[in-house]
């Protein structure tokens, strides 16, 4: 093996997916990869494109949202970027929960434990249910001063309070969806996350404009209709998961008894998932200083960020899409001892997210106002939406090749590796410099604060990944 410095918890994915792919006929039945042999750039971009399909749907979802907002009013759309540090922080404890359970799940499945597994999913409809009570009840406890810690300002919060409570019933069925989408990858089927995905935005798409505005017999609501439709599109996206994991091709054959919580299996969730969810919490305090900091110069600047967020997003999904489909590449390469092979692999993965964040990143120049005007008829927030996303998008050039690098380590079981670097590019670098560069640079200094920390983040995880080459060059020539 390459890499014993980690823990066993950590270097679960590895096991399964050693077992999983070579002797595993039940995977090999339904046309698993095989991962050891073949041409790589053909089976990275076989790995990758469910993801990308999955990510861009829900990116397309979150623009959507964003431009019925943007068009009711440029306030609704400030109060709509408030709640984007909130669903930060659901996201992070949903995604991190759900990667625990994938991991446990997969393992079980490997090592031919498979009631174990299936008392997996049992706990997910459990911690669904305890999470979003937990959740549901710290929003109507203070929903005011959560807004108000968030950057909602005077003007914002009425729209951002109505915004929230209307959306706490769907957070039960949120963590479902993000959670199921874990078990899935786990038992082969990634497609089955993909199609959830296009059930949650497909009836959000539809319904928002229906309620915002009140078409047809429809009335109108405004932002709580845009909350009322994600909460109605997340119970249709929870209903298609618990269908799936019901059908008999399931491997989980789901029933009733698997609900009741174990606690040994849950510490196992929580032991491989708490990385991922630390490392999500921090990226939504990065956002919530985003928010204060544009609050002070107005509402159109705290607008303007909901819109960069979201083409943000909607320009990284190949790069979070190669990123998914490195990591079990690198892990299966791992558990094989292929060192040649993971090295190649991920230097692939690095020129090609390379290239195509050169390529979005010239687009966004290109036609940062004509974006701009898709989302507003506001001159001003027109105006601020064309300089904030040509600064900003600078962040593209080295985060590419960043993240294929986080990626790498945590297919190698090294997720406190990630965490540390990750956290440590919001908490030493993007947090002082969200301080410094305003009272220097104006609002400018805002939008270049990221792209800064990204780079300045660049130059320890480039050293970081040649010292993890290093460590493999021995091990070629050993093989060779």
């Given at each position: 093996?390459?890499?014993?410095?980690?823990?066993?918890?950590?270097?679960?994915?590895?096991?399964?997916?050693?077992?999983?792919?070579?002797?595993?006929?039940?995977?090999?039945?339904n046309k698993s990869l095989n991962l050891a042999e073949g041409p790589i750039l053909p089976l990275l971009l076989q790995m990758s494109w469910p993801s990308i399909a999955t990510v861009?749907?829900?990116?397309?979802?979150?623009?959507?949202?964003?431009?019925?907002?943007?068009?009711?009013?440029?306030?609704?759309?400030?109060?709509?970027?408030?709640?984007?540090?909130?669903?930060?922080?659901?996201?992070?404890?949903?995604?991190?929960?759900?990667?625990?359970?994938?991991?446990?799940?997969?393992?079980?499945?490997?090592?031919?434990?498979?009631?174990?597994?299936?008392?997996?999913?049992?706990?997910?409809?459990?911690?669904?249910?305890?999470?979003?009570?937990?959740?549901?009840?710290?929003?109507?406890?203070?929903?005011?001063?959560?807004?108000?810690?968030?950057?909602?300002?005077?003007?914002?919060?009425?729209?951002?309070?109505?915004?929230?409570?209307?959306?706490?019933?769907?957070?039960?069925?949120?963590?479902?969806?993000?959670?199921?989408?874990?078990?899935?990858?786990?038992?082969?089927?990634?497609?089955?996350?993909?199609?959830?995905?296009?059930?949650?935005?497909?009836?959000?798409?539809?319904?928002?404009?229906?309620?915002?505005?009140?078409?047809?017999?429809?009335?109108?609501?405004?932002?709580?209709?845009?909350?009322?439709?994600?909460?109605?599109?997340?119970?249709?996206?929870?209903?298609?998961?618990?269908?799936?994991?019901?059908?008999?091709?399931?491997?989980?054959q789901l029933k009733w008894h698997y609900l009741r919580p174990d606690y040994r299996i849950i510490l196992s969730i929580y032991s491989t998932g708490f990385p991922s969810m630390v490392?999500?919490?921090?990226?939504?305090?990065?956002m919530l200083l985003h928010n204060h900091v544009l609050g002070g110069y107005s509402n159109l600047a705290v607008a303007t960020l909901g819109i960069v967020s979201r083409m943000s997003?909607?320009?990284?999904?190949?790069?979070?899409?190669?990123?998914?489909?490195?990591?079990?590449?690198?892990?299966?390469?791992?558990?094989?001892?292929?060192?040649?092979?993971?090295?190649?692999?991920?230097?692939?993965?690095?020129?090609?997210?390379?290239?195509?964040?050169?390529?979005?990143?010239?687009?966004?120049?290109?036609?940062?106002?004509?974006?701009?005007?898709?989302?507003?008829?506001?001159?001003?927030?027109?105006?601020?939406?064309?300089?904030?996303?040509?600064?900003?998008?600078?962040?593209?050039?080295?985060?590419?090749?960043?993240?294929?690098?986080?990626?790498?380590?945590?297919?190698?079981?090294?997720?406190?590796?990630?965490?540390?670097?990750?956290?440590?590019?919001?908490?030493?670098?993007?947090?002082?410099?969200?301080?410094?560069?305003?009272?220097?640079?104006?609002?400018?200094?805002?939008?270049?604060?990221?792209?800064?920390?990204?780079?300045?983040?660049?130059?320890?995880?480039?050293?970081?990944?040649?010292?993890?080459?290093?460590?493999?060059?021995?091990?070629?020539?050993?093989?060779?």
């Amino acid at each position: 093996m390459l890499n014993r410095s980690v823990s066993r918890s950590e270097q679960a994915p590895i096991v399964c997916l050693k077992q999983n792919f070579p002797v595993n006929h039940t995977a090999m039945n339904n046309k698993s990869l095989n991962l050891a042999e073949g041409p790589i750039l053909p089976l990275l971009l076989q790995m990758s494109w469910p993801s990308i399909a999955t990510v861009l749907v829900v990116n397309v979802y979150y623009l959507i949202d964003a431009f019925w907002l943007a068009r009711l009013s440029p306030i609704a759309l400030a109060a709509l970027t408030i709640s984007l540090p909130i669903q930060l922080i659901l996201g992070g404890v949903g995604v991190g929960t759900g990667l625990g359970a994938g991991s446990y799940a997969a393992r079980m499945f490997g090592a031919g434990e498979n009631r174990k597994a299936r008392q997996t999913a049992g706990q997910v409809f459990f911690l669904s249910a305890v999470l979003g009570a937990l959740f549901i009840s710290l929003g109507l406890a203070g929903p005011d001063l959560i807004l108000t810690y968030f950057g909602a300002t005077t003007e914002i919060l009425p729209l951002s309070r109505r915004y929230l409570l209307t959306l706490l019933p769907g957070v039960p069925f949120l963590f479902l969806i993000m959670m199921a989408s874990n078990l899935f990858r786990a038992e082969g089927r990634p497609r089955l996350v993909m199609y959830c995905a296009l059930m949650t935005s497909a009836v959000s798409g539809i319904l928002d404009p229906l309620l915002i505005f009140g078409w047809g017999l429809f009335p109108r609501l405004g932002i709580k209709g845009a909350a009322l439709a994600a909460v109605i599109s997340q119970i249709s996206g929870a209903a298609l998961a618990f269908y799936f994991l019901r059908q008999k091709s399931s491997k989980y054959q789901l029933k009733w008894h698997y609900l009741r919580p174990d606690y040994r299996i849950i510490l196992s969730i929580y032991s491989t998932g708490f990385p991922s969810m630390v490392i999500n919490l921090v990226l939504s305090l990065g956002m919530l200083l985003h928010n204060h900091v544009l609050g002070g110069y107005s509402n159109l600047a705290v607008a303007t960020l909901g819109i960069v967020s979201r083409m943000s997003g909607l320009v990284m999904i190949p790069l979070y899409g190669i990123g998914h489909g490195l990591m079990p590449m690198v892990a299966f390469s791992e558990g094989a001892n292929l060192p040649s092979r993971l090295m190649e692999t991920v230097t692939i993965a690095v020129k090609i997210s390379f290239a195509i964040a050169v390529v979005c990143f010239l687009i966004v120049e290109a036609f940062a106002p004509a974006i701009a005007t898709f989302f507003s008829d506001d001159m001003e927030l027109r105006r601020l939406t064309a300089t904030a996303l040509r600064i900003n998008f600078l962040i593209l050039i080295t985060a590419a090749p960043s993240l294929m690098w986080i990626n790498m380590f945590i297919g190698l079981g090294q997720g406190k590796t990630a965490m540390v670097l990750l956290v440590g590019r919001e908490i030493l670098f993007l947090i002082p410099l969200l301080w410094l560069l305003p009272s220097w640079f104006g609002i400018n200094g805002v939008w270049m604060a990221q792209p800064l920390a990204n780079a300045i983040a660049f130059l320890f995880i480039l050293y970081w990944a040649k010292r993890q080459y290093r460590m493999f060059e021995p091990l070629i020539h050993d093989k060779a």
